[in-house]
């Protein structure tokens, strides 16, 4: 089998899935050195840095460069043709030996290169996939799709509230309930809540010290709030890699924001950065209301419960979040939020349409 000096894979990866991945690693196979050229167009809603940043994490031995190319695509067009290969040109540092590729104009772009055509599984037997059809149907395409691109389409759902108010039982029961529904949902992922197993800690340290030391012993500083804000967030970026298309989560950085007022009487701007960072997709709040209180040696504030229940729903409000308050026995607090959750399932993932090829 012909080895080369430098390879080429040519493609949108809009998003990429495993048949492009088969694709870059037959090349790299083949190849003493291959850049990966993505081209992207500024029509297309997911953006050029995240499709270069994806193939790179995906394939760190190859050279992965971006392009935008809002030229439309006609192959039977020769002006056309060149308006593109000068931008794919322009994006390469030097010529190419081989042109990979399972397209049908693998042929004359390898041609226009003045490389060889190497044909990879035009058919699509290895993995019945393509960028349209992940785009019409991310969750029935899951199978196919790696780390990065499962973690920026997960849909994340957060449970957050005062204490005691079930939060953890909640975020629970919803991670059980689609995780038997079987299939691509088996992998639904549930994230714990950082900041209890965090303050765990600083109680059995300060009884270390002193056997008879409880939780009002135990101290906060404003510092230690970006920590566990920052531990949440990759705790949660990491489930939502490795599980369905929906991820649960009992509370987040958000939440975080909240509770540093409620120890510290105040914001913090570090946190509240943080929590800019990752999107989530629908909030649950579950109410004060109808669960009493309970003391479980890390809670001493069930006067503060009805103000904490305000305080989260005035910033989701104020932040434009989209959020259910659930009420009721477990029973129908798990029913509400999975309601809520299939409506937002439903909807689907939004990509817009690539630049048209003229046929």
């Not at 029509?43 to 050279?63: F, I, K, N, Q, T």
């Not at 971006?66 to 010529?95: C, K, N, S, T, Y």
């Not at 939780?215 to 906060?220: C, E, G, I, T």
């Amino acid at each position: 089998m012909r080895r080369f000096g430098h390879g080429l894979v040519l493609g949108k990866f809009y998003p990429p899935h495993a048949g492009h991945h088969h694709l870059v690693r037959t090349a790299q196979d083949r190849c003493d050195r291959l850049t990966v050229l993505v081209c992207a167009a500024s029509v297309e809603s997911v953006p050029l840095a995240d499709r270069v940043a994806w193939m790179r994490e995906a394939h760190p031995g190859a050279d992965v460069v971006g392009a935008v190319d809002d030229i439309p695509v006609d192959l039977h067009d020769p002006a056309v043709w060149e308006a593109h290969m000068a931008i794919f040109r322009g994006a390469l540092d030097g010529p190419v030996d081989a042109v990979f590729t399972s397209e049908e104009y693998g042929s004359e772009l390898a041609r226009r290169f003045g490389a060889e055509e190497v044909c990879v599984d035009p058919a699509r037997t290895l993995f019945p996939v393509s960028g349209t059809a992940v785009r019409a149907d991310p969750a029935g395409c899951w199978e196919f799709l790696g780390p990065a691109v499962r973690g920026s389409l997960a849909r994340r759902v957060v449970v957050l509230g005062a204490e005691s108010t079930g939060t953890t039982t909640l975020s629970r029961a919803l991670a059980g309930h689609y995780r038997r529904r079987g299939g691509v949902w088996a992998g639904t992922g549930w994230v714990p809540e950082y900041g209890r197993r965090y303050s765990e800690e600083k109680l059995e340290a300060a009884r270390a010290a002193d056997p008879a030391a409880g939780w009002a012993d135990v101290s906060f500083t404003s510092e230690e709030f970006p920590v566990i804000a920052r531990r949440q967030d990759a705790d949660e970026e990491r489930a939502a890699r490795l599980g369905s298309p929906v991820l649960f989560c009992d509370t987040d950085s958000f939440a975080t924001g909240i509770w540093h007022e409620r120890y510290m009487g105040g914001r913090n701007e570090e946190v509240e950065k943080t929590a800019s960072l990752t999107r989530r997709d629908l909030y649950l709040l579950t109410d004060h209301a109808d669960v009493p209180f309970e003391d479980d040696g890390l809670r001493d504030g069930p006067h503060l419960r009805p103000w904490m229940t305000g305080r989260f729903r005035e910033e989701l409000e104020r932040t434009g979040k989209r959020f259910l308050v659930v009420r009721g026995d477990r029973e129908e607090r798990l029913a509400a939020a999975v309601a809520a959750v299939d409506e937002l399932l439903a909807e689907g993932w939004y990509f817009a349409d690539p630049l048209p090829e003229a046929r």
